[in-house]
């Protein structure tokens, strides 16, 4: 059985589909392979729970205890939802986890990152295209939404992001109207443990 093996090399490669094909196997929070074009990112990615929401902040992707963690998809919503927020580390200067996103709020860093890719473990493959980044404080409550009755209040909601952002994609208005799902991406902005600030970033497609 092949093992999910975190990629941290300085640009992410791809899971192979037998690798993400046997996640469950190992995992039964496994949701998927999740990987960030340009940057370090490339990952397991799993599901957490309303009854343990917080426990792969301290857990790795086997249920063992690393303070690495496991990036992992907020219990309010799943990989399929309309916004998929997804946490993850940052690690001091290195770049596992999601260290390498934490000062994409800036515009020379954002404009280095490719599309996000989630390969889930029912074989679909969802390619999202960088939106925008913000910095903000830990309990920022716009991005604390995941479902909307219709588009026009999915794009409304992805405007009032776009207002507050500090970098954005030059064709960011124009995708924001076509989108159909956002994923975001969060993590601290600082290394140092204990601060308020996170960086978002934001995707769609």
Partial sequence: MANATPRSTSTATS???KEVANLLDQNKDAAGWLVVENTAVSYPLVQASPKNKDWYLHHNFW???????CPFIDDRCTVSSQHVLVFGHHLGSTKLMFSSLASAWKSNVFQTLGSANIETVDNLI????PLCALRVEK???LVQRFAWPDADEMRN????????AETKAQTAQEDAHK?????TLAT???AVAGQQERTLIVFSR
């Fill in 15 to 17: 899971a192979s589909s």
């Fill in 126 to 129: 969802f390619r999202f295209k």
């Fill in 157 to 164: 909601w992805l405007s009032l992001i776009l207002d507050q």
């Fill in 139 to 141: 309990n920022y409550e």
């Fill in 179 to 183: 989108a159909r799902q956002v994923l």
């Fill in 63 to 69: 249920n063992q205890k690393d303070v690495a963690g």
């Fill in 188 to 190: 601290c902005s600082n």
